[in-house]
């Protein structure tokens, strides 16, 4: 029968006797119970495919159930499981034949025989499928009886011989996991251990009872039934069907009517339908019951204000969680209204249990607009039970609590509460709102936010040894960031225990005193990310970078440059003050601070000497220079700046401090590199205004045994002194003077020496010209072998092969000799024929025309041969 209630080619399966028809659902597959003609006494089970769309279904397995020989004795019921592997049938004899197998629908099966209530009708057979378990229930007229069925072992669990159920008044009710028996005036549920355990009252004869979801069918009748099939309808029994829909916690009547002589009840298609005979002339009826939609069922049980009912019926309908969430609020609000505030916070509760609540703002403000605290303490604490709680609901419900002054609550909330359940920052902004100090102190400490537990102990207790002793035992990147940020008053607090704190995390005390930051020296971070710390105590600063820069026989950690100029500036404006100190006291004609000794002065000066002579690295020459510069370091700065050979700053210094004595030390020291020192100190000391007689003597002394200025230019630097007189640079000019007789004398006799071989030389051309020379080589002078024809001679008196000579028929010997005189000849003489560059250099017949036309000279251009 299809949707359409058209049914389909019929099949027979039995051809004498049909007894039941049941369906393994899982496995497609219809099982039937029944008689055949050829062995009327003997009754079988047969296996049909049910998947197979053929006409007649194919049967995949027939078996025969071994009965006694009485005749009498016939086969009432019969069950099969899902899985088609258990099938029981009931006798009319009392006794139960159960067949096991892998697939009954193709193996043989293994039969075993159960014994009831003896010759007692079995009325019913039902397997309950549990988790590990399969239960056979057995019902009688008498009894009750449930079997476990486990591998191959089959036990008795239980026997209830207060009454037994008529045929067709059993079911399976998975939803309970119980056998449901209608008897008497209720509807019995039979657990398979404990056997009845609970009861639906229902009034009537109990007819039929079928199981549909999670309801169960009950036809019952008020009065003996009469009347036949040909009686009127009128006159037909009328039975009451009841559909009641049963939770395992809840139970209600969902359906009830009156119809007219019911036969049979069937579960189907999604439906429940009815067959009665009640129709005209006694025609038998088909009505359907259909289920509502869920959203109807809800309106329903809404509208009566059935809020429980509605709240499961839409959670075992697997309805949406807001459509649960919805009918929670309003069961909620109903329960508000009532005053019941308890009751209606249960509810609200249940909403954070789903998963999705409320808008919590929504129920906080409707118990707060009631004044009513300790239960808004209640809603945020399941919210953060369940992972759901905001900053906002963390801070609300502490300041419930502190409000509330249940102190002793608030500490278990926090003790007990995992940390992922609320936000520790915002509770820790809270409790120290309320002076919870402790409180707050503990949640840092425990969610680990190290930076708040020290400020905690920093701004409100005043500990700060404490602090520094939970700083040395946190690892050193922990402790480094805390420090950080909080190292400026500890330092201004306890400056000392701070020193060795931070000591500690740059690894440079022995690990035995580094508590919790022991480990490689490596992962310690550098020691000049803590000079912050010392931003408000540059004595500890001072004190602090000495002992790591400038300890004697300790090596100074990885970065220990960067730290040079920190330290340097430190000294150096540390003695700039000093200086300023005590020429303010000799100003005064007071006696210097007691404070600062000559001898403390010195080792000071001392120790900022030997920190630059210890870092002569380029980047520390800079920083040195600038910073001895700056804060007026004479020594350091020089040394700087003569290291650098940056003389000319050193010139510039002694300039604008117009210190003589000092500029003169400054050449003498670098004049040797650079001798133009020599020549820009005269030029000062000459155009200075003080009396540096002295100074200038020694200055023309270096300039006169260097020969650094002609002596027309040191007289004219030394006319821009008008102080100056002729005996004050008599030596320098005497020794000019000297040099310039000796000069003369000099070119003197090399002018007599240049003119006797210039005779010589036009006495050997005349020679060449008017005699014969006779050549007498007879080797090559390029190749070494005896001359032979053709041979080359040169008035030079070099001889060689002919072949030996290049093409421009040069002497070999002489050319190399001769050649760079020979270019410069043809440069000249290139040069002198461009007269248009004469003209050009002249500058267009300017100024300077005598210089333009001797300095042509030198390139030949009056040479007679070169015209053209």
Avoid at 23 to 33: G, I, K, N, S, T
Avoid at 315 to 344: C, M, S, W
Avoid at 553 to 569: I, K
Wanted: aromatic share 8%.
């Amino acid at each position: 029968l299809d949707r359409q209630l058209v049914l389909s080619g019929p099949s027979q399966v039995f051809d004498k006797e049909l007894i039941d028809l049941h369906f393994a659902e899982d496995r497609q597959l219809l099982v039937a119970v029944g008689y055949d003609a050829a062995s009327p006494n003997s009754a079988k089970y047969k296996v049909l495919d049910a998947k197979r769309e053929v006409d007649p279904m194919l049967t995949l397995l027939a078996h025969k159930i071994a009965l006694p020989s009485n005749p009498d004795l016939r086969a009432g019921c019969f069950a099969v499981n899902n899985a088609c592997t258990l099938i029981a049938v009931g006798l009319d004899s009392g006794a139960v034949h159960l067949f096991r197998g892998r697939d009954l629908a193709q193996d043989k099966p293994r039969p075993t025989v159960l014994v009831a209530d003896v010759d007692t009708p079995v009325t019913a057979v039902h397997f309950l499928e549990q988790a590990k378990r399969t239960v056979l229930f057995v019902c009688s007229m008498l009894s009750v009886r449930s079997w476990s069925i486990q591998d191959d072992e089959v036990r008795q669990l239980n026997v209830d011989s207060s009454g037994g159920v008529s045929e067709f008044c059993s079911c399976i009710f998975p939803t309970t996991n119980a056998l449901l028996v209608a008897k008497g005036e209720a509807v019995f549920a039979y657990d398979a251990d404990e056997g009845n355990m609970s009861a639906v009252p229902l009034e009537g004869d109990k007819l039929i009872l079928e199981k549909f979801r999670s309801y169960f069918v009950s036809v019952t009748s008020e009065g003996a039934s009469g009347g036949g099939a040909s009686a009127s309808p009128s006159a037909m029994p009328r039975q009451s069907v009841v559909v009641c829909l049963a939770y395992p916690t809840m139970r209600f009547v969902a359906y009830s009517s009156q119809f007219t002589d019911v036969t049979h009840v069937v579960v189907g298609l999604g439906s429940i339908f009815v067959v009665s005979r009640g129709g005209a002339d006694g025609n038998t009826v088909l009505f359907e019951l259909r289920e509502k939609d869920l959203s109807e069922r809800l309106d329903v049980l809404l509208k009566k204000r059935m809020f429980e009912w509605a709240a499961e019926v839409a959670l075992q309908g697997n309805a949406p969680a807001e459509t649960v969430a919805d009918i929670y609020r309003q069961h909620g609000d109903a329960l508000f209204e009532k005053r019941a505030y308890d009751q209606a916070l249960d509810v609200y509760n249940k909403t954070v249990d789903l998963g999705l609540p409320l808008e919590p703002s929504y129920v906080v403000e409707r118990y707060l607009d009631a004044q009513r605290i300790g239960h808004v303490a209640k809603y945020l604490k399941r919210l953060h039970e369940n992972g759901m709680a905001e900053r906002e609901h963390t801070a609300l419900l502490l300041k419930c609590y502190t409000k509330l002054k249940d102190f002793s609550t608030l500490q278990e909330f926090l003790e007990t509460t995992p940390v992922s359940q609320y936000d520790p920052e915002t509770a820790i902004e809270v409790l120290e709102a309320a002076e919870y100090y402790g409180l707050a102190a503990v949640v840092a400490q425990k969610v680990g936010r190290h930076k708040d537990y020290v400020r905690i102990f920093i701004e409100h207790f005043k500990s700060y040894s404490r602090a520094v002793e939970f700083l040395r035992s946190l690892p050193r990147t922990e402790a480094r960031a805390v420090l950080l940020e909080h190292g400026r008053v500890l330092m201004k607090q306890v400056p000392q225990e701070t020193l060795e704190l931070v000591r500690s995390i740059c690894g440079l005390e022995d690990k035995s005193s580094m508590g919790g930051m022991s480990g490689d020296r490596q992962d310690a971070p550098r020691v000049d990310e803590f000079l912050p710390i010392f931003v408000e105590d540059l004595t500890q600063l001072e004190r602090f970078l000495r002992s790591i820069l400038m300890a004697p026989g300790v090596a100074p950690p990885p970065g220990a440059e960067q730290l040079f100029p920190t330290l340097l500036e430190l000294l150096v404006r540390t003695h700039r003050a000093r200086s300023e100190e005590a020429a303010e006291s000799a100003d005064s004609g007071t006696e210097a601070s007691s404070r600062w000794s000559e001898e403390e002065q010195r080792r000071h000066h001392e120790d900022i000497m030997r920190l630059i002579r210890q870092h002569p690295s380029e980047e520390a020459l800079v920083s040195t220079l600038m910073l001895c510069q700056t804060y007026g370091f004479v020594e350091g700065f020089f040394h700087a700046a003569t290291q650098r050979k940056r003389f000319q700053l050193l010139m510039t210094w002694c300039y604008e401090r117009r210190d003589a004595k000092r500029l003169l030390q400054v050449c003498e020291r670098c004049g040797s590199t650079d001798p133009s020192l020599w020549v820009q100190a005269l030029s000062f000391l000459t155009s200075d205004d003080g009396d540096h007689t002295e100074e200038i003597g020694e200055v023309l002394k270096h300039v006169e045994a260097s020969d650094l200025m002609p002596m027309l230019l040191v007289v004219e630097t030394l006319q821009q002194n008008p102080s100056l007189s002729l005996g004050d640079v008599r030596g320098y000019l005497q020794g000019q003077f000297r040099k310039l007789n000796e000069s003369v004398e000099t070119s003197c006799g090399k002018a007599r020496q240049d003119r006797q071989e210039i005779e010589k030389m036009q006495q050997e051309i005349m020679k060449l010209r008017t005699q014969a020379k006779e050549f007498q080589n007879t080797k090559c002078f390029q190749c070494g072998l005896t001359l032979e024809a053709t041979i080359v001679h040169f008035f030079c008196g070099h001889s060689y092969h002919s072949y030996c000579l290049s093409a421009d028929g040069r002497c070999p010997k002489c050319h190399l000799e001769t050649l760079p005189t020979i270019k410069l000849r043809e440069q000249r003489e290139g040069q002198a024929r461009h007269t248009d560059d004469f003209f050009k250099y002249q500058g267009g017949g300017g100024e300077g025309g005598i210089q333009a036309v001797a300095e042509w000279c030198k390139f030949g251009a009056p040479d007679a041969q070169l015209r053209e």
